[in-house]
């Protein structure tokens, strides 16, 4: 069974920055995409970011502009660098792993709160 384990969230000013890890159980090439999400209260959970195992990241307009999505193969682990943060922003942040056809595994998330 795999395994996604966030971390990273917390409490952070408006205008500040925080980096969520995601850590897989496996190697995270074995999954055809891995990505970011939150769910903000009172709201569907909306996708954050994506990553495709050939590194291709892919961001809603609404936030390409202050949100990265990196990785480290050595680590296992992917990132969401997370740049003028905004109370909006609030919410628990998920990841998940997926495997096309077969499975989504998703993480327990972490919460991010932003205000001042």
């Known amino acids: 069974q795999v395994q996604l384990v966030e971390s990273g969230g917390g409490l952070v000013q408006p205008g500040g920055s925080l980096r969520l890890s995601c850590t897989a159980s496996?190697?995270?090439?074995?999954?055809?995409?891995m990505g970011w999400y939150r769910q903000i209260p009172g709201k569907q959970r909306e996708v954050v970011a994506t990553?495709?195992?050939?590194?291709?990241?892919h961001y809603p307009d609404t936030l390409k502009e202050r949100f990265v999505i990196t990785r480290d193969t050595g680590k296992n682990t992917i990132y969401l660098q997370m740049n003028y943060l905004t109370p909006e922003d609030t919410g628990v942040y998920s990841c998940?792993?997926?495997?096309?056809?077969?499975?989504?595994?998703w993480g327990q998330g972490t919460q991010v709160t932003v205000s001042a």
């Open positions: 998940n792993a997926v495997q096309i056809g077969q499975t989504v595994y």
């Open positions: 496996e190697n995270i090439l074995n999954f055809d995409y």
């Open positions: 990553m495709s195992d050939r590194g291709a990241a």
